[in-house]
């Protein structure tokens, strides 16, 4: 999660860290490597058309994506795809 807090909306924010930046020490180069990963992700996203979600960086934080839930129907496991996806898809970056 980008922000240690009690939820108190339907957005959240969070980075996927594929295995390659899991073990990386952490410092300029791994925040230059995390920044490029949701836009690649995205980018593959739209390519393969399964899903889509945004990102953004924030004040002194890299991209991280930011799911906005705003649809009732919306299911534990669409939210399951969704992850499983971006896991999916970002397992290679």
Not at 19 to 48: N, Q, T, Y
Not at 75 to 82: E, G, K, V, W
Request: net charge negative; proline share 8%.
């Amino acid at each position: 999660m980008v922000y240690d807090a009690e939820p108190q909306h339907t957005n959240v924010c969070f980075w996927y860290f594929p295995p390659s930046l899991r073990c990386l020490p952490e410092g300029e180069d791994k925040r230059e490597r995390l920044h490029k990963v949701a836009p690649k992700i995205k980018a593959m996203m739209m390519e393969s058309g399964t899903t889509m979600v945004g990102y953004q960086p924030q004040g002194d934080k890299v991209n991280f994506f930011r799911m906005v839930i705003s649809n009732p129907a919306a299911t534990r496991s669409d939210i399951d795809f969704l992850i499983d996806e971006i896991e999916r898809l970002g397992l290679d970056l």
